[in-house]
């Protein structure tokens, strides 16, 4: 039951080119995560999907900081990103395996549109982008109207896709 910023789901759907029932399952899914690493007080690895979630909750700086003092007892709950060597590479693999399981003890299932398995999540093959950099690729996108467009009509982007 923690308590995100006012409009947070919103905001994150729209802000990321996604239905509100996308935003919520992703938000459902790093609450999933959030209370994983409280209640096992050892390191996760999260989706694509959560992380773009958290990255999302620690733009709101303010309630994030008051969020983790109140929830996990921390200053910043934070996280480091791989630094790319093969050692690096197997534990986060390892860790993230870890959090599927725990996912599927604590929860009975794993929801596989926002936790795929690892060899999808590591693959360098399904390179993870999301919808900024192919927005800023084009050049209608430029144009503050064509944003005003977007944000009036219903469109349904994804907020990433796998290069591959």
């Not at 802000?15 to 209640?39: G, I, Q």
């Not at 791989?82 to 050692?87: H, L, R, V």
Request: charged letters at 20%; a positive charge.
């Amino acid at each position: 039951n923690a308590n995100l910023p006012n409009n947070f789901v919103i905001n994150f759907g729209i802000d990321h080119l996604l239905s509100l029932e996308k935003a919520n399952l992703y938000v459902k899914e790093y609450k999933k995560y959030l209370y994983l690493c409280f209640v096992m007080k050892q390191s996760l690895c999260p989706s694509e999907q959560v992380d773009l979630v958290w990255h999302y909750h620690q733009t709101y700086t303010k309630e994030y900081r008051e969020f983790s003092k109140m929830y996990l007892n921390i200053d910043v709950f934070g996280h480091n990103p791989s630094d790319g060597t093969k050692e690096d590479s197997k534990k986060y693999n390892n860790m993230y395996n870890n959090t599927l399981e725990s996912i599927k003890s604590y929860f009975g299932y794993v929801n596989e549109i926002c936790w795929p398995i690892s060899e999808i999540r590591f693959n360098q093959v399904f390179q993870w982008y999301n919808h900024h950099y192919f927005m800023a690729k084009t050049s209608l996108w430029n144009t503050s109207e064509n944003i005003k467009n977007v944000n009036k009509n219903v469109v349904q982007v994804y907020s990433g896709c796998y290069r591959g």
